[in-house]
């Protein structure tokens, strides 16, 4: 079965610093996500990208944050200039027609 | 305003009962789609079952089964016969074709505990 491919499983980065989240999507699915978790809270959306652009973003996602799908098969969240509350579990996600695949998460921690 | 209402933070059963997961949404579109993820432990997001808005049959699949009732706007969800692996957070999560990119607006999790 297809599955959605997230790296790395874990990052640790220092305050400031900026980090790239990789993650390789279900090949003919249309629609790629970012999702966030904080610790013990729920999974909210950041960002959704169709047709190698952003369909709509949250108020979450600000100008610390980007995306990217450099080579049609990598889709990448950037963020700028990490904050301590910007750690959290970090999901990618692909759709097609409303079916949805999840990957399994990057777990990051800024310290 | 929240899309997914999960109203039970935590339950804690004792293992064999039947544990029941409230979910209520919230949408205007007539065409939509309602998912249960499960998230164990290691922290992955384990996809349960979609149903579209058209369907209202019920489902089973082993233990797990889900009452759908559009005139409450709720989809349930019952795991029969609880188990220790069944321990987790449970998700209820839309998906909203009108938002044109079918994003996922997740409620806030019911954790479940099943004890020995």
């Known amino acids: 079965e297809p599955e959605v491919t997230q790296t790395p499983s874990h990052q640790v980065t220092q305050m400031g610093q900026e980090v790239i989240l990789r993650c390789v999507p279900i090949s003919n699915h249309l629609y790629f996500y970012w999702y966030r978790q904080i610790l013990g809270q729920k999974v909210e959306f950041l960002v959704s990208f169709y047709n190698n652009e952003i369909s709509e973003k949250s108020e979450i996602f600000d100008d610390q944050f980007s995306v990217e799908r450099p080579d049609g098969s990598n889709f990448t969240l950037k963020i700028r200039s990490t904050k301590l509350e910007d750690s959290a579990m970090y999901f990618c996600?692909?759709?097609?027609?409303?079916?949805?695949?999840f990957g399994s998460g990057t777990r990051l921690t800024v310290v | 305003a929240q899309k997914v209402t999960q109203a039970q933070t935590e339950i804690s059963v004792v293992e064999k009962e039947d544990v029941t997961l409230d979910c209520v949404y919230e949408t205007r579109d007539t065409t939509y789609y309602l998912f249960w993820y499960k998230q164990p432990p290691s922290g992955e997001l384990v996809f349960l079952i979609r149903r579209n808005s058209f369907d209202e049959q019920n489902e089973i699949s082993g233990r797990y089964s889900w009452n759908f009732q559009k005139s409450t706007s709720s989809f349930n969800f019952t795991i029969t016969a609880s188990q220790v692996v069944d321990s987790a957070v449970y998700f209820c999560a839309l998906s909203e074709p009108s938002s044109n990119d079918y994003k996922l607006s997740f409620g806030a999790g019911t954790t479940v505990t099943v004890r020995a």
């Open positions: 996600a692909s759709s097609i027609a409303g079916g949805y695949t």
